[in-house]
């Protein structure tokens, strides 16, 4: 099936500090996209990619969908204390598959 | 805009008792999804409906667990008899387009707990 591999599962970070995840497929996928889930609600869409290559940022967020179109990276810049969520990269072609997700603590 | 309208957002039940969970999509999209999350597998897709057909079920668990879509703005995630091990919570989650990527956007989920 369509697996998707995202890492790291954790991380821990200061305030003010750089984030980068990532997500990697054995599979192709048409579109990459980026969620975050806050305790209690469903994930929100963060970012979209359609094309392979694409970098697109939203605010502090930059993602990009890698050229083999097998994987794709979200970096957060200057982390803040509400940046604290779980974060999903999610490939879809005809339905959507979501990874594990990366779990950020923002230490203030 | 209203969001994808999950019911009920708790619901406990003994093992063996059926349960409903409903959704209300985003009215004018046309793909409706459900999602169950649990620590241990993450998002698993359960089945998703394009213009009310169901396409793609094989996420489902097994034969206790059905859906239905008898319309546009409405859908069911029915599972009889439920066990312990289907505590989880269920997400739907509704597109604008027959995949291809078009952004889901979710409900807040159905937290289940079965005894």
């Known amino acids: 099936g369509q697996q998707l591999n995202q890492s790291p599962q954790s991380m821990f970070i200061q305030e003010g500090e750089d984030v980068s995840m990532n997500c990697t497929s054995s599979?192709?996928?048409?579109?990459w996209l980026w969620y975050k889930q806050d305790p209690g609600e469903g994930p929100v869409l963060l970012i979209a990619?359609?094309?392979?290559?694409e970098l697109t940022s939203n605010g502090r967020l930059t993602a990009q969908f890698g050229i083999t179109r097998k994987d794709s990276f979200l970096n957060i810049s200057a982390s803040i204390p509400s940046d604290v969520g779980i974060y999903f990269c999610?490939?879809?072609?005809?339905?959507?598959?979501f990874g594990a997700g990366t779990r950020l603590t923002v230490k203030p | 805009d209203a969001g994808v309208i999950q019911s009920p957002r708790h619901e406990v039940t003994e093992m063996g008792q059926e349960v409903t969970l409903r959704c209300k999509p985003i009215?004018?999209?046309?793909?409706l999804f459900w999602y169950r999350q649990t620590m241990m597998r993450g998002l698993e897709l359960l089945i998703y409906?394009?213009?009310?057909?169901?396409?793609?079920d094989s996420g489902m668990p097994e034969d206790r667990f059905s859906a239905k879509m008898p319309n546009a703005s409405f859908s069911t995630l029915k599972i009889q008899p439920s066990e312990p091990r289907d505590s989880a919570v269920y997400f739907c989650?509704?597109?604008?387009?027959?995949?291809?990527?078009?952004?889901?956007?979710f409900g807040n989920g159905t937290r289940l707990t079965v005894t």
């Open positions: 999610a490939g879809s072609n005809n339905d959507m598959r």
């Open positions: 599979s192709i996928f048409n579109t």
């Open positions: 409906f394009n213009n009310n057909v169901p396409i793609d």
């Open positions: 989650a509704s597109s604008w387009a027959p995949g291809g990527g078009s952004p889901l956007h």
């Open positions: 009215s004018g999209h046309n793909s």
């Open positions: 990619l359609y094309k392979a290559g």
